[in-house]
Every structure is written in structure tokens, then in C-alpha cells.
């Protein structure tokens, strides 16, 4: 059996697949924060499985990402090159909000005092022009564990062109201060970039002991009682890690769960025989997007945790591979709440699963999205009704908070806050889409989550796309994408030359280095030469721009060819980004990449066979909708009782026990032959 585990914010994730048989099952259970390894432990319980009988384990945590937003991650220190301490602070010294002379900087998850300079210098070319003292560093370094620092960042100048230093203090914190967690840059990211390659290294530092922590323990707790397999765990670039890696470099993972859902979207794309789609990820705490294009998602190296929308810098940098994540805080817990204004607001903030929204009766008084569904008649169960809703404590929490201060009925008041939280998802997809310089016409939807297929319908339209697909399980669809992803692993080198200048034989023998490296990588966790695939690619851009884009390098045997072939590859990205291309200026070669894929067999879902909708109806409940002003008997299928071929006219409900997918007056849709549901957003 192969089982993927995906824990959110809101909920934890089960999802199997049944090697005999091939058959898939799903559980769903609330979150437990505080204990995350137990939440694992139980959901196996709940399901039944022992952890002996599995040949694979995937695991997709937010585990990372929660200790950077709660600031709950390890006192961290950086010792770099004298005269490089302000570095975070000074970042790239641009002003991100132009006319705001008060502007707030990111937090800076390493205060100066704990930041630390040694007498140590490489330059530019890689030369050593100052070596480096191991005593001084030693001092150094037992004044910041007396401080009671926990994890070290090694961040020298020009480490990326020589890492002889940043190893050296690699080994003394090995051998002399085994207690104190650390991170070497130069690994992390051996790219040009002082602040970039320096925030990359601080923020893996700073969560370094809390995932390795849990990690450990997870595995560990497994193992003792009977796993035999490696646990995997979901990198942000789309493939997996073992438990080990993930837990030296946790800055790999922070997009875990999102980016297993993106992976997902891609197999349902190429089921469907769609090139491009966008995912669409609501749960109960945030909201998700990604762009899949040509079949495959679209990935990044310019990530910025905590970015404002449109002021590029305002985040915090990441410089790894990762899947091209956009999110927002909108989702079932999503808070609405009235300003000093008096206008209504939803979100950012989240009731979570502890206590929740007000109809889970677990204590919450503050009426969220989930709990205007629920007063809408559009949600009727949680969990397969493993998890009753309160509908009349949901109707007071809104009437008493939101309707009465704002003279409406209760009615009113939960679809003016369900269109605030659509409203805010559609700008998420326009972001993903129209600021990036792609017509979102030209996309399908694929909505998951546990809140996604209830408003999929609405938001595809607002932004003009025809069909919204959901897929079976979508509450679970995150889980399963674990089952789908690859074994994936990256290399970065930095060779900075004008493209006309750059040495071909170079440029082969950084590819063919970084690929060695990674074959040894792929040999260690038993994957065969037949079930290798190599990418290679370049970071590229116009001399004198700071920001690059990356192209594909179509073969290892580089030559002059291969330069022009690059060339015009940037040349044509430049135009569909920026809109403007300059061919006659001249071109810069900054990085040089190779990804290392180790492809895993991949389920096939069974196909369903033909039947009629009506066979699935299980009633009619009257939910209430703003476009017409008034509640309608709206019919209540099963999902897991339509079969391939099935129609249906909006209003409809379809339940399940993961998720609940609403078709809005005015729209169809029909169950294809894997079970997906494909909802026209114009009947």
C-alpha cells in the first residue's frame, strides 16, 4: 500500500492506494496543532493501516511555514565576513512603497545582536584573500551558544565561488559544538546574491530545529512501529525528499502541501488532455494557486515570503526551486468582521481547526465563510456527518455580528461575506494569470480543497473561464498528489558571463559536475538508470538587469548553437512576461541549473461506467442564493453515485464525505469517465 499524509492548517489528510487492487481511499480529521506527530499516528489508526504493510510513505507538513508566521522558529545567529553584518538590513536598498516615508521592512527573523562578523575573505573569483581563523570562529561561536542561540547561519562573502571557508566552519561546529544546529549558504544556495543567498540560509537556519525536531520524531514513532520504507517528504518544487534531506535543508519544504496539489492538478490536466490550467486550492485557512502550463507547473527561484501584491522586494527572499505558489488568507475559517468604519471585512485572519468556525460547536464565537454556508443552506455535513454543524449557533454568530450592525437579514449578511471571500479568490487567479501576462481565458480551472468546489464555479466565471473542473476527493486531492510526485532534486552553479563571451566547455562541465552529483543522489535512494530524466537550464538576462528568467537548455553537448537557441528562448519569454523584447541588446549568462528527476510508476484511476444522474439524487434541501434573491429547492446528488456521463442544470449540490461541490444557478456540468466533475460556468 502507498499512502500519502498531508497535515493543513485546518485539517490532516489521509489518502491510500491500494497496490492489488488499485483502489483509493480517503480520510479527513481535524488538525491537532500542538501535537503533530500524534495527528499523524491517530490518522493511521483511524484508517486502519498498519505501517508495515506500506512501500510508500509521502508527507506533505506545514510544519516549517507555521513556525515563520507564528515566529515560533529557533534563536538563530549568522556569522559572516566582517563587514557584511547589516546585510538583511540593507537587502537590495530599494524602496518598495515609493510614497510611504513610514514604510515597515520584513521582520528580520535574526536580530543584530546575534548577527557576528570573523576575520575571513574570498574574493570575487574565488580566490582566498583573507583565510579564515578557526580559533577566532571558535570564540565566536561559544559566546553565541552561552547567548543561548540554538542554530547557526554560515554566510560568507562570495561563498557561492568558493565554499573552502564556509566548509571549514562546517566542520568546527561539527566537532566542537555538536548542540547547536547549522546551515552552510553554499549549500543551501551557490548563486550570486549576497542578501538573497544570506536570507535563504537565515530562514532554513531559524527552522532548522523545529522540523528536524519533528521529523525525526515522526519517523522514528513510525519505524517503532513496524515502517520499513523511508519516509518522503513534499519539496516545494513539486517533488520528494527523504526525511533526512528535508530535515538538514527544511527551507526546501515550506510549500509542501500546496505544491503536492499543484502536482495533482498536472496529472489531472493530462488525464483530461488539458496544456494548461490553473489549480485552485481553498482549504480552511488559505487560498492557493498555481499555473500549469504546457502540462507542467510553472517554478520559480524569485520567491518572496510575506510579498505585498505588485511591490516586488517587500518579502522575504528565497532562492530555491519551487513550484510558482501565489496564496491568500480566504478559506472555510476565514474570520468576517466589521471595521471602525463599519464595513464588512473577511480575513486574513482564521478561526483554524482550535476552536473553529461558531458551527463546529468546539467553542468558536466568531462567525467565519464555513459558517455562512452552513446559514445558506449550501453546506449540510462535514466529514460524511462525522463532524455535525450547528446551524442555528452559525445564524446568531452572523446575525448578531454581521447582520444587525449593518441593518440586513442574516441571509444577506452571509452572501455579501461569501462574495467578499470570492472576490478576493478571483484576484488571486487574476494574479496568477493577467499579471503575468496570460489571459486567463485560456485556462481551465481545477478547484480542490475542502472549501474549493463550492466556489469554483463563481470565481472561474468572474474571470472568464468556461469550465471549472473538480476532481473526486477534492478535500483530499493534496494527499493524493503525494502518491503522484516524483523524486526530484536540484543544482545551481553561477557562471556570470556575457553570452557571446561564455566558454562552451565550461558550461558542459558545470552541467556534467552538478549532474554526477545528483545521479550519486538518485543511486542513494534506488533509483535506476531507466527511471532517470534530466532538465537542465540557464538563468539569463539583459546586461544590466537584476532579475532573470529562465530558459531551457535542450542538451548537455552545448555549443555555439546552443547559445543562440537560448538566446531566442529569452528573447521570446522576455515578450510574453514584459511584452517587449530587445534583440539587439546584449545578453548575460548568471546561473546554470540541472534537475534530477527520478520518475515513480503512477496510478491510473479506473474509469466509471455510464448511468444517469437521477440514480444519485438523495433529496432536495432550499438554500438561498443573492442572484435570486430567495431560497430554491435545489437537488441534492451523491457524488459517488454519479457515473461517467452523468448531467446536471445548476442549482445543484453534490456531497461527499471530503469536500462539497456547488453548481450555481445558471451553469451545468457532467461527470467524465475518471469521476471528475466539469462545470460549465455558462449552461
Not at 407 to 430: H, K, P, Q, S, Y
Request: aromatic letters at 6%; a negative charge.
Amino acid at each position: 500500500m502507498r499512502l500519502g499524509i498531508d497535515i493543513g492548517g485546518t485539517f490532516t489528510d489521509l489518502t491510500g492506494l491500494d497496490e492489488a487492487t488499485g483502489e483509493m481511499f480517503h480520510l479527513k480529521t481535524l488538525t491537532d496543532s500542538e501535537q503533530p506527530v500524534r495527528a499523524v499516528w491517530e490518522a493511521l489508526q483511524g484508517a486502519g493501516i498498519d505501517p508495515s504493510i506500506l512501500t510508500r510513505l509521502s508527507h506533505g507538513t506545514t510544519i516549517g511555514i507555521n513556525a515563520i508566521v507564528e515566529r515560533k522558529g529557533a534563536p538563530t545567529a549568522i556569522v559572516t565576513t566582517r563587514g557584511f553584518r547589516d546585510i538583511l538590513e540593507l537587502r537590495r536598498s530599494a524602496r518598495t512603497h515609493v510614497l510611504d516615508p513610514l514604510m515597515d521592512k520584513p521582520y528580520t527573523f535574526v536580530p543584530r545582536r546575534w548577527r557576528v562578523e570573523v576575520n575571513e575573505r574570498i574574493a570575487w573569483d574565488g580566490s582566498v584573500s583573507r583565510p579564515l581563523d578557526p580559533a577566532e570562529l571558535e570564540t565566536v561561536l561559544e559566546d553565541l551558544a552561552s547567548r543561548g542561540i540554538e542554530s547557526v547561519a554560515v554566510c560568507f562573502l562570495h561563498s557561492y565561488a568558493n565554499p573552502v571557508h564556509e566548509r571549514q566552519a562546517g566542520e568546527v561546529l561539527t566537532r566542537g559544538f555538536p548542540g547547536l544546529y547549522h546551515t552552510l549558504s553554499s549549500e543551501i544556495v551557490p548563486a550570486l546574491g549576497e542578501y538573497e543567498r544570506t536570507s535563504t540560509a537565515a530562514l532554513n537556519a531559524y527552522v532548522h530545529p523545529v522540523v528536524h525536531r519533528y521529523l525525526t520524531d515522526l519517523e522514528g514513532n513510525l519505524r517503532e512501529r513496524g515502517l520499513g520504507t523511508p519516509l518522503q517528504v513534499m519539496q516545494s518544487n513539486g517533488g520528494v525528499m527523504t526525511a533526512r534531506e528535508a530535515a538538514r535543508h527544511p527551507v526546501h519544504i515550506l510549500e509542501s502541501g500546496p505544491a503536492a496539489g499543484s502536482i495533482a492538478g498536472a496529472h489531472v490536466a493530462e488525464l483530461l488532455g488539458l496544456e494548461n490550467v490553473v489549480t485552485f486550492d481553498m482549504g480552511g485557512t488559505t487560498t492557493k494557486a498555481s499555473v500549469i502550463e504546457a502540462g507542467r507547473p510553472l517554478s520559480t527561484v524569485e520567491y518572496e515570503l510575506f510579498e505585498e501584491p505588485n511591490k516586488p522586494g517587500s518579502g522575504w527572499p528565497i532562492r530555491v526551486p519551487m513550484i510558482d505558489i501565489v496564496e491568500v488568507g480566504a478559506g472555510g475559517g476565514t474570520i468576517a468582521w466589521l471595521d471602525h468604519g463599519n464595513n464588512l471585512q473577511v480575513g486574513p485572519q482564521s478561526a483554524g481547526a482550535q476552536p473553529g468556525p461558531v458551527c463546529y460547536g468546539r467553542g468558536g464565537d466568531l462567525p467565519t465563510v464555513t459558517d455562512a454556508y452552513v446559514v445558506l443552506g449550501r453546506l449540510g455535513s462535514l466529514l460524511g456527518g462525522g463532524l455535525p454543524l450547528d446551524v442555528e449557533a452559525a445564524g446568531r454568530a452572523i446575525g448578531e455580528r454581521v447582520a444587525e450592525p449593518l441593518g440586513m437579514t442574516v441571509e444577506e449578511a452571509a452572501a455579501g461575506v461569501l462574495e467578499i471571500n470570492d472576490t478576493r479568490a478571483a484576484d488571486l487567479l487574476r494574479e496568477m494569470t493577467i499579471s503575468r501576462g496570460r489571459d486567463p481565458r485560456d485556462f481551465t480551472l481545477v478547484a480542490f480543497g475542502g472549501a474549493g468546489p463550492l466556489v469554483a464555479a463563481y470565481v472561474a466565471r468572474e474571470v472568464g473561464m468556461e469550465v471549472a473542473v473538480v476532481p473526486p476527493a477534492p478535500g483530499n486531492f493534496s494527499a493524493a498528489g503525494l502518491l503522484l510526485a516524483d523524486v526530484v532534486h536540484d543544482a545551481m552553479r553561477t557562471y556570470t558571463v556575457a553570452l557571446d563571451e561564455a566558454d562552451p566547455d565550461r558550461v558542459r562541465s558545470l552541467l556534467q559536475e552538478m549532474s554526477r552529483d545528483l545521479v550519486e543522489n538518485l543511486e542513494r535512494q534506488g533509483i535506476g538508470e531507466g527511471r532517470r530524466r534530466f532538465e537542465l537550464g540557464a538563468d539569463m538576462r539583459y546586461t544590466g538587469q537584476f532579475h532573470v528568467i529562465n530558459v531551457p537548455i535542450s542538451s548537455a553537448m552545448v555549443d555555439q548553437g546552443s547559445f543562440e537557441e537560448m538566446a531566442r528562448a529569452f528573447h521570446q519569454e522576455h515578450q510574453r512576461l514584459f511584452t517587449y523584447q530587445l534583440p539587439q541588446e546584449p545578453l548575460e549568462l548568471v546561473n546554470l541549473w540541472v534537475r534530477a528527476v527520478g520518475v515513480l510508476e503512477r496510478p491510473v484511476p479506473p474509469r466509471l461506467g455510464p448511468g444517469e444522474a437521477d440514480a444519485a439524487l438523495l433529496g432536495t434541501r432550499r438554500i438561498y442564493f443573492s442572484e435570486q434573491d430567495c431560497r430554491v429547492a435545489c437537488p441534492i446528488y451523491d457524488r459517488a453515485g454519479l457515473a461517467a456521463g452523468a448531467s446536471l442544470t445548476g442549482p445543484a449540490i453534490l456531497e461527499e464525505t471530503t469536500s462539497t461541490t456547488l453548481v450555481p444557478p445558471g451553469c451545468g456540468a457532467s461527470v467524465d469517465a475518471y469521476g471528475n466533475i466539469l462545470i460549465r460556468t455558462r449552461a
